[in-house]
C-alpha cells in the first residue's frame, strides 16, 4: 500500500519517469497556516546538491499544492503535493530491459506484478520520497509551531567512519532548539579549499581546520582555492572531513558505500503511542524501514543495549518540580495527583512500553550501500544466461548526506499522526466539572 | 491500536489481571484444517518451562477456540482464542501504588490514559502475546502446510555471549526444514549435570559436552546428578552453555541481561510486500518492534553492512535452472519469459526494493535487559519524591528463550498478511487464453 | 470484514452454533465508569420476549466483560464481550443439507468459501448482532452521560400497517429524552386482554382501549382474561395494536411479514461526520444496511422528499439566542463570531452536506419479511433437482419487535466514531492565547 | 476521511475552486490495459450537457493520468487523476460570507472546521465527484472487460413523474448488456420539435413521438424546428417527456425538484460481499449515500418490500443446467457437488445474505431537490439575524439527469474493491491435487 498513518494519512504517488510525483495529506488539522514556501524549503533540502558527493542530476522539483488550503489556511480537507518529473521518455516495450539490476527493486517487481517500468526504477526509484518529504514538512508545520517540537537527523556513520557516541548523546541531550535541521546544515555545510601545500583545509561556520581535525587559527585566504561546498549533514566538523574524504575514495572506485542516520525528536508531549501493536518505536520502526535501501533501525540503547544489565539499563525517575510548565490540559489534571517526571539517563530512547515519556526520542537507521555502482558486475539476464552489468552515467556513491530529509519527514508523519490519535483517547471534562470524575 | 494486518486481521485483549486475554483472527481462508493441539502446542512453547532460566510462575493457558471453525475447517468466520488468567485480583483503588517502576509503562500508561492498571503490567504485561501466539499459530499452519515455508527463530547473544556469525549463517541457507521451530528446540534443550568434582558437564541431543563445549566421549552417568533442563533455544549449544551460565550469574546478581534473536524464513514466494510504505521489511519491522522489550531491528546485513561497499553488498543473480519446480501460477507464466533466479550471497536478506526475491528472509532483533530486577532502585514516586523501589516475587533475569515463540509469531503474522494481500494484485488470465494478454 | 469504526472499533465474532458469540471494542476512552448490567440491559431488550411475536427459544444471554476495565472504570485497552451459546451441537457433515432455504445466505456462503455452517445460520444468525448489541451499549453509556445525547428506534410499520407520520414527526420533534428507549419499551408494551363478549381490549401505560383504539374510560377488570404482554417497540398504542393482529394474523398463515424501524438521535454536536466518502447519513447506512434482512435506508425526507421542490426542502435557519448553552468548546469560539443557528423544519434529517447540524438525526429503515417460513416452499437442491422445503420449529413471522435495540447499537456505534474522530479535526489554541489566531 | 475502499482504494481531493480535483487509486491490478480516453469518456458523461436541463457553465474537464501507467499498461503503481479547475478565484476573507444558504453544507462545515472555504461549495462541491467518476470508470475497465460486468443507471423518477415499475423489472431482467450505459444515454437523449400547431413532438432513436408517447409514423420535418437535445438519461421516452416538461417548469418558477436512479449490475461472480459489516448492500448504500444530494438507498424490493410476505417476498432457487457456463475456478470446483442455482423471481435484489448470488443486483437512491433555487429564502446569517437569500447565476433545477454517471462510478468502485478482496478467501488447491482437500 502508499498509504501511511491513520489520522494523518498520507498516500504517495508517482514513478521516476512518469509525469509528475507527489502525495495526498488526509487529516491535517484546519485553521493552521501553511506556506508552499515552507514545503519548497524541504523539497530543496532533499535535492541533490552542489557537490560531488552527489549525484549531478539537475532537479529542479517545484511543488505545486493542488488544493486544501485558502488564503494559505488550511480548510479540513486533503492537501495534496505535485512535483513535475523533468524526464518523462519512456523506452519501448521493444528495448525491454533483461538484465535486473543486483540489489535493485527489478526483478522482485517483475514477479510481482508481470510487468516493471521500463525507465529507471519507477516506483521503487528515489523520487517517491519527493511525496514524503511534502507530508513531513506539512507535519513540521504543526509539530515546531503548534507542539513546539523539534525534529531532526544527522548522519552519524559513512562506511566504518562515526560520529564519537559522546558527541551524539550531546546531541540528544542538548537545550531545546540547540540542533535543528538548519543548525545541522550548517554545520554539515563544509568548505574545501586547496592550499599551496597540495594538502586541503576547509571551514565550518567561519573557522578553518586542518585535516586531522584541529582548528586552524589563522590562514591566508589569498593562498587558497575554493573547491567544493560540500553538504554533509554531520554535525561534527573533524568526523563529516573524514566521511567526506571516504566518499571521494569511494567514488573513484567507482564504487558505494553505507552509513548510518541518527534521528532526534525534542519535546514530544508524553503518551503517544499505542500500547500494543502500535507502540511508538513500531510505527517509526515501520516508517523507517519504508525509506529506500535501509537495513536497520534500533531506537535509544538498541543493539549495544542487549550487552547492559536491567541496573545499568534501567532509566531512573526523578522530578524536576521547577520545570513543570508543560502545558497539555491532561497533565495539568494529572499534576493535582503528581508532578511531572523525568529519566536521569535516556537509555530508553524516549519511550516507555511503546508510549512517548516525554524525554528526547531518538534512533538510528541503517543504509546499504547504494545498488547502482559504475564496477562492471557478474550477474543474469532474465534467461539465466550469465552476463556483465555496468552502470552508464553519474550515480550517488554514497545517499547518506540526501537522507536526514527523509528521515525527518517519516518520523515527522509518523509523530503527526499519534498526536491526533491520542486526542480520541480521554475524554473531556463535562461542563460545570473542573476536573474529571471516575468515580 | 490493538490490531495488525489489512487481511489476516489480528486484534488482541486482555491484561495481566483481567479475567482473560484472547485474540480474534479475521482473514483466515476458509477450508483448512485446524486442531486446537497445534495452537496450543505453540502456547505450550511460550510458556515459561522449568528452569530456572525463566519465571517459576505456574501458567497453565489452556486455549478455547471461540469460533470460526466446524468439525475443524476454517468456513471463513472470524476465529476467536481465549485463554484464562489464574490470577485476577484486582487492587483497591486506595491502594494504588504511587511508585511507578523504571523502564516500565506504569508511567507512560497513568499519562496517556489518565489511569493505569492497579496490578502487574495490564496491558503491557507479557501476557497480551498470548493472543499473539495464538494468531501465529494459525497462521503457520497455512504457511507450513500451505506454502511449504518454515518460520523459525533462536537466540543469538546474552548480554556479550554470541554465536558465532558463520554459524548463523549456515543456519540461514541450511536446506529446508533441516532447521525449525522443533529442531532448535530440541538442539537448545540441554539437560545440566552436576558431577563429583563440582565442574558440570552438560548434554545435548544425547551427546555430553564438558563446559569447554568439547564433546565428552564417554561418562559415567552413574556420578551425575541431573540439575535441571533448560531450553535456552540457542541451536549452537557450546554457546547455549555459556549463555546459560551468563543468565545464572545474573540471577545470583538480582540483575537482568539482554539480548539478540535471529529469525529465518525460508521458501518464501517471490513477491510479497509493497512497494512504498509496506515494504515487507517495514511490516517485519513494525510487527517485531511492536513486542515488549524490543529495541532493534535489522534484516540481512543490517548495521553491519553499513560498513560494506556496494561491490561487495550487492547479491549476484544466478539461474540455477534445474531448481525451477517452484510451484506458484504466477512465476509459471514470467518463466515462459524468463527463469526463476537466486541470488550468490543474501546480504539483502530476502528481500529487494522491500519486496521478497525467493532468497531466506533473516532478521534479528534487539531485546532489552528485563526491567524489572531484585536490585534496590532509586527512583521518585508520582509527587516527585525520592525513593527506592525494591522488586518483589521471581522474575526473568532474561528474557531472551521466551522471545523466539513471539518473534515467530508476529513473522507469520505479516507474512500471512502479505501473501493474502499479493492474491489481489494481479488478474488471472481470461478463459479460453492460456496466458494473460496485455497488448 | 468484521470490524467496523475508524476509532472506535468493533469487531464480532461467533456464529450461531459456535462455543460463544462475542466482540472487542477498541478506541473506547479511559476514565469512564461501566458496569456490567448496563450491557447486560441492552442484551435483555434483544432478547425474544414473552409473547407470541416473538419466537419461543430460550436464550439467556449472560454477558462476560473479559478485559478492559478495572474497578469498573474504562483503561483505555479493548473491551472484549463474551456470551455463550446454548446450543452447540454440530451436524456432521455427511449429513450435509443439500437444499439451501430460499432467502437465506446458505447458497451464497457455500460459493463464497467453499464450505457453509452445518448447523443453523452461522455466521448470517442473528446471533451475531449480540456482540453488536454490546457495542452499541458501551457506546450509548459515553453518549448519553458524557454528551447527553439520546438514541432510539421504534416500530413505525408492519406490512402496510404504519404509525401515522406527523405522529413520528412530533417524535422526532420531541423535547430531549421524552422518548427514550425505556419510554418505547414502555408504550410499546401492550397487555391484551380478553373480555366476555370475545372481543378484545388492550391497556397500554394503565390507560385501557377498545380496539378502534379508542380509550376506554372505564373497564371491569374482574371480566376481563390477560391473555398476554406484548412490547411491540411502537409507541402509537392504536397502531401497535393493529401490528400485533397482523403478526397473529401472519402467524397463523405459517407465513412472515416485513416493516419499517425509524431511528431518532437527538442532541448531536454539530459537526459529525466526514465531508467526503465517509459523510454521516453514508456512515448510517453502512451501519445499518448490515443489520441482517434490511433492504432499505431513508434520512430525514428521504424517498418522499424526492417529490419536493427546492423551496419546500430547504430547512430554514433561524437562530434562537436564549437556547445557546451548547457547551462544545469549538462552538463557544465560533460564537465569538457568529450564535448557533437552528432550522424551522428538518427535511434535512439533521446533516448538511454529510456533517450534522444540531437538530435531531432521524432515518428509516426497511426490513424484508423474515425467510424462513413454516409454509412450503418449493426450490432447488444443491444438485439442481425440484424439491420443497418446509422449515420445521417455531420463527418469528417479523423481526420488527426485535429490531430497534440492533438499530439503537449500530447508530450509537456510528456516532461515537464520527464524534471520537472529530476530536482530531481541530487543533486546540496553544497555551497564552485564549483563542484560535490563524492570521 | 476521502478513501474508501480496502483494496481498491480511492482518494479524492480538490475543491470547488482549488487549483484542481483529483483520485488517486490504489490496488488496480497490473497489466491492465487503459487509455485516457477511457477516463475522459467517462468525465464528459458527467459534465453537463447542451441542454436546458442543466446548468450552463462550461466545464471542459480534461483529464491528465499522472502516474501509473506505462504504455497504456498498468504496472501496479497507484493512479492519479488530475483535472484543472478553470476557476480559481478566491474571495478575500474579509468579504467572508455572513450567510449560510439553507440547505447547504455551508454551516456545518464552519463549525466542523471552524473554517469554511469561500468560495462555491469548496469540499462540498459537485466537482469533488469527478475524482470518483474517474476512479470509477478505471474500475469499469477492469468489470467489463475481465468480468464480463455491466453496470448502469438511469433516471426512474423526477418529482412525482416515475417510470412504470414493470419496465424497470424488465431492464433488471434484460439479457447482458441490452441495456449499458451507452444504450440508456441513446434512449435517454430526446430530440424536442416544435410543430406548426405549436404543439411538440419528440424524437428518440430516430422514431418520432407526440406527447402522448404514440408513435408517430410520418412527420413532415420540414415544418418542424428543432429546439434541445436533451440527455435526459431515462430510458423510458414516454416518461422521459414528462420529466423534461416537469423540469422545464419547474425551472420556470426559479426552484428545483428531486427525483431517482436506479443502478443494474449484471453478471456480478457470486460469492462478492463480507458476511458482517461489510455485506455488499452496506458497502453499496455507504458508497451510494456518499455522493451528494442522496437521502435514501433501497435494494432489492426495497420499502415496497416490507408490505410483502415472506411466501411472496422469498425467491425460488432453481437449476438452468444450460446455462453453467460462469467461469470461475471456485464455481468449477463446486459444480462437482452442485449446480449453479439461479431464482425465478429477484426481490433480494442479486444479494443473500449480504453476498452476491449471481442475479442482477439492482437499487436505487433518492436525491433530494437541488438546495440553491433563485427563489427569494428566508433565513438567518450567522449573527443569527434575520435575513433573506437571493441566488445568483444559473443552476441546475434538477440533478438527476447528471447522476447516473456518478451512481455508476460508485458502484463500480465498490464492486471491484469486493470483487479483490474475496480474492483473499478461498485458497489455492496444492499442486498435484486437483481439487482442494479439506478432510
Redo the contacts between chains.
Sequence with gaps: ????G??Y?V?????S??????C?V??F?????VQREEIQKALDRRRPGQSSLTTKRNETDQV????????E?S??????F?VRNQDQI?K??SEMDQV?R??????????????????GG???SAR?TIGRVCAGALADI?LEK?LNMNVFSFVT?V??IQVPSEFITKIVNSPLREYTKERIDALGNITIFKDTLDNFIYKCEDIFYNQQGDQVLSCNETLLVQIEIVNMRCPHPPTAIKMIQKIQS?RG?K??????VTCVIQNTP???G??????L??????????I?A??????????E???????????????D?QQNTQ?S???E??KQ???I?K?MTN???G???????GQSIYFSV????????G?P????N?????TVLEAKGRHDPCVLPRAPPIVDSMASITLMDAY?????????A??GSSQ?Q??
Excluded at 488539522?29 to 497556516?33: D, E, F, G, Q, R
Excluded at 541503517?366 to 555502482?373: D, G, H, L, Y
Aim: proline residues 6%.
Design positions: 500500500m502508499s498509504t501511511f491513520r489520522i494519512r498516500s504517495t504517488f508517482g514513478e519517469h512518469s509525469p509528475a510525483v507527489g495526498t488526509e487529516g488539522p484546519s485553521l493552521i497556516k505545486e499544492i493542488l488544493c486544501g488550503l485558502e488564503n489556511i480548510i479540513g480537507s486533503p492537501i495534496a505535485l519512456k519501448d516495450y535486473p543486483p540489489g535493485h527493486a527489478d526483478y522482485t517487481y517483475l514477479i510481482k506484478y508481470g510487468v516493471k517500468a521500463q525507465s519507477g516506483r521503487s517517491e504543526y503548534q556513520s562506511g566504518d569511494i572506485q564504487d558505494s558505500i553505507g552509513g548510518t508524553i503518551g503517544l499505542e500500547p500494543c501493536f502500535d507502540k518505536p513500531a510505527l517509526l520502526a515501520h516508517a523507517i524501514m519504508s529506500p535501509t537495513k536497520g533501525f534500533q531506537i535509544g540503547s538498541g543493539f543495549g542487549t550487552k547492559m544489565q536491567g541496573s545499568q539499563h534501567n532509566d531512573t525517575f526523578y522530578s518540580k502545558n490540559e491532561k497533565q489534571k494529572v495527583q503528581s508532578v517526571l529519566t537509555n530508553a530512547g519511550t516507555l512500553g511503546g508510549i512517548s515519556n541503517a543504509f546499504k550501500p547504494v545498488s547502482t555502482i564496477l558486475q557478474k550477474t543474469s532474465l534467461e539465466g544466461e550469465s491526533l490519535l491520542q486526542q480520541t483517547h480521554i475524554p473531556k463535562k461542563e474529571w471516575y468515580f
